[in-house]
């Protein structure tokens, strides 16, 4: 993959979709599946996909030369997300529980990850824009500190520090919501 700003994938004066698309697809996708909480379709998932590389193109013209692509797709990704999840009224049969229903220590495990993927979910969305590209960085590209840090230019104490406090922060919402860790 060549380098990650909008300038490298500038020719004359428009951006290359095609070659982003390439670079950026799989990395896009990887984000977005690791990212939803509710059973969305493959449909609706590659729905999002979509939307993501459709609002670059759209935004060509506001975008700073120097926007690195990883973070604003991302954020992009985030957005699409959630507005999936607000446009969509999703039902369910009770027929497709039927067997988690039959076992309660089943039911009462889903319904406690459940509520900890959206404690967590929440806790993401109130993060900064710094702070949310760092964790997903760090936690769902297994990018190494130090990459972060050259990256995102910044140092690798700074990384680190903001690591920390996502992590404390995560942390005390889920001893909020009633899933204690001691201490």
Same mark, same amino acid.
């Given at each position: ?11 004359? =004066? ?10 950026? %697809? ?31 193109w ?16 991302? =954020? ?8 999936? #999840? ?8 009770l027929?497709? %529980?039927?067997?988690?229903l ?29 702070? #949310? ?5 760090? %936690?769902?590209?297994?990018k ?32 909020? =919501?009633?899933?204690?860790? =001691?201490?």
């Amino acid at each position: 993959m060549r380098n990650e700003r909008l300038k490298d994938y500038q020719v004359d =004066g428009k951006i290359n979709m095609d070659q982003i698309i390439d670079d950026f %697809y799989g990395y896009v996708s990887i984000l977005v599946k690791n990212s939803v909480t509710t059973n969305l379709t493959d449909e609706d998932l590659e729905e999002i996909i979509s939307d993501v590389f459709v609002a670059i193109w759209r935004n060509q013209e506001q975008l700073s030369e120097t926007t690195l692509l990883k973070p604003y797709l991302a =954020g992009i990704a985030k957005n699409k997300i959630k507005n999936k #999840y607000r446009k969509s009224e999703l039902s369910f049969s009770l027929s497709d %529980y039927e067997e988690k229903l039959s076992d309660p220590a089943s039911l009462e495990r889903e319904v406690q990850e459940n509520e900890q993927n959206s404690i967590i979910q929440k806790g993401l969305e109130a993060l900064k824009t710094e702070e #949310y590209t760092i964790f997903i960085l760090f %936690y769902y590209e297994a990018k190494k500190i130090k990459e972060i840090a050259e990256t995102l230019h910044l140092s690798e104490g700074k990384v680190k520090v903001i690591l920390h406090r996502v992590r404390k922060s995560l942390k005390r919402n889920l001893e909020d =919501g009633g899933y204690g860790y =001691g201490k």
